[in-house]
């Protein structure tokens, strides 16, 4: 199984992108589906989740949208008013399972497939 996610680029302040991650070789429509982030010199973290529920971290609530296509196997993650703050390798993140414990969605190191990162660099 292969998660690689694409979309990432080089756009300004304020601007929009729309990150893919479409699975291969597994489908996890009945699993959950995450993405997560890790900026130069800093450590790896969570951005948003679709399982039970739709969990975003604090610093994009309101900004940055998640969503999935069950035909096509295709997680999105829909980013608006990019900030520099924000740039980083994005990664897509899947399990066969829906976590019962709330906090296991913010944790990348429970999620069994884990996938390439795409570069997002915001800059003006």
């Known amino acids: 199984v292969q998660l690689q996610a694409s979309g990432g680029g080089l756009v300004q302040p304020g601007d929009s992108l729309r990150l893919s991650c479409a699975p291969s070789?597994?489908?996890?429509?009945?699993?959950?589906m995450a993405w997560f982030r890790q900026a130069p010199g800093k450590e790896r973290e969570f951005v948003a989740a679709?399982?039970?529920?739709?969990y975003y971290a604090d610093s994009v609530k309101g900004r940055f949208t998640i969503s999935r296509d069950n035909a096509k196997n295709t997680v999105y993650l829909q980013m608006n008013s990019l900030q520099p703050a924000d740039t980083a390798v994005y990664y897509c993140?899947?399990?066969?399972?829906?976590?019962?414990?709330?906090?296991?969605?913010?944790?990348?190191?429970?999620?069994?497939?884990r996938g390439q990162g795409t570069l997002v660099t915001v800059s003006s």
């Open positions: 993140a899947a399990d066969d399972r829906m976590f019962s414990v709330r906090s296991y969605y913010f944790q990348a190191d429970r999620y069994y497939y």
């Open positions: 070789g597994h489908t996890f429509s009945r699993g959950v």
């Open positions: 679709d399982g039970r529920g739709k």
